[in-house]
């Protein structure tokens, strides 16, 4: 470091020759700089001196580092109007530019607008479930008349323009869970992440205040920081030191999961979402022994729906049988179904029932109602003969079915015959001509009934299944996302703690705390202090000596 008296020119550059006859040059510089100079070969270096000025007498003295350019001309003028155009770039709409984005995800991850978009979706799923989906206008332009709207404005008009009649894959309803996955990543990029980062950062205090400021401190007066490093460690904390200072967490598993279960929730979204514009849906009912195509029946739910070959596969009704309760009542109603490819090969064969569905590439054949098909009979031991059987509209949700067996001349406009009425497939209860109670038989009784000379024997009672068949793509992803959901609520719970300590002669100053279980913490964090040693006189002086070395 050497003093320079300044020298006044009139040209404010800094010249050649007056840089070489100040003194301080010629002591410091050697021969090669003059060698390199002489060949006019530009030389940068730097000096660091303290200059005096006649304007800043009254000022203090600043050490002033310069870096002066040897050269034959002095440096170009610095343009103002390029600094001024850089600065307004910057502060223009380059800068509105880089904010915007911020702006936005500051909105999109403010807490109240995930509540009401919450709100929002529960109260539009809870609307679906009241509103029949699915059915034909004609349903809702009953249901739902313009002469007596339902809460004295809500039509069939409101249900059919905003898709309500499809609630899971309106647009409306898509947006909203759009909008709401939008919020949980804004959220996560801009609190949960940082979190997670500043949670991981070993962040030593180096200052006894500010360890007595956290949630517990205490002090111990004859400790080694070293000795408590080590109980920490047994108790699976994670333990840095650095000089006199040691920090120490555990639980960081805990911050993660904020994150887990917002990336839980975006998977059953997405599942939903998924199931609602890209699934196939249909329902059938088929006689037994009789076929259906699987592609005949389903049909598409969204603009994402694609079809795959299994549609292509044959369903045969081998069986339709029930299973019944003591007092008659229907207990269980089974289907025994077989599944064909295009060559004819049976590839699958299963009996479902309620509960129990099929599943064959991704479609999934449920059991969900039956019905009378057709009688079996034998007239005067001629036949057999199928009686189609009708359903007959009754009170309440019982079911009835019927069916006609005309006697003598059929062409007759007063045709007459048997009538004959069955609840299930397990008794048929016959009329005569004049609608007299005649009997009842069972199917595959074999015991006839003679009706005005006619005689009758029930042969069988021929049911038919209503199936439901769809295929839901997103399934899977909606079981792993509430998997997810489960485990990672669970590891909320774990708690994130940290302690710091610092050695202050003899003594450990130690502070810590924790984002769960606080009540607990001090009882923890006092067990762990009870078992770090007692230093005796000898280790004390040791310790100050390798603290002091």
Known sequence: MATVNPVRTPNPSLVRTHCLKTPILHSTFNPQVHT?????????????????????????????SRKIVLSDSSPPPLKNDEVSTKVESRGGVIGLVKRLPRRVLSVLSNLPLAIGEMAAIAALMALGTVIEQGEAPDFYFEKYPEDNPVLGFFTWRWILTLGFDHMFSSPIFLGLLVLMGLSLMSCTYT????????????????????IRKQEFSDTLPRASIQDLGVILMGAGYEVFLKGPSLYAFKGLVGRFAPIGVHLA????????????????????????????????VLGPTGFLSTPTDAFSTEVHV?????????????KQFHTDLSLFDLGGK?????????????????????????????????????????????????????????????????????????SMLARDLQSIVIYDQEGKFAGVRRPNSKLPIDIDSTKIVIVDAIGSTGLDLKTDPGVPIVYAGFGALMLTTCISYLSHAQIWALQDGTSVIVGGKTNRAKAEFPDDMNRLLDQVPELVESSLSSQSDSISG
Do not use: C
């Open 346 to 418: 049976e590839v699958l064969r299963k009996t479902i029932s309620v509960n129990d569905p099929l599943r064959y590439g991704g479609i999934t054949i449920y059991q969900t109602d039956w019905s009378f098909s057709a009688l079996q009979i034998l007239k005067n031991d001629e036949g057999p003969f199928n009686l189609a059987m009708a359903p007959l509209k009754v009170n309440g949700d019982k079911k009835l079915f019927g069916t006609f067996l005309p006697v003598g001349d059929v062409n007759s406009p007063n045709v007459k015959g048997i």
């Open 191 to 210: 609190t949960q992440i940082p979190l997670v980062k500043v949670a991981r950062r070993w962040n030593f205090l180096h200052s006894a205040e500010a």
């Open 36 to 64: 390199l100079f002489n060949k006019r070969i530009t030389l940068s270096f730097t000096i660091s001196s303290k200059l005096k000025a006649s304007q800043d007498v009254r000022k203090k003295k600043e050490n002033v």
């Open 265 to 296: 929730m975006l998977l059953i979204m997405a599942g939903g979402t998924l199931s609602a514009t890209g699934s196939f849906r249909g329902s059938v009912t088929v006689p037994q022994g009789l076929n259906f195509v699987i592609g005949d």
């Open 318 to 330: 081998n069986k339709f049988y029930m299973d019944y309760y003591d007092s008659g009542e229907v």
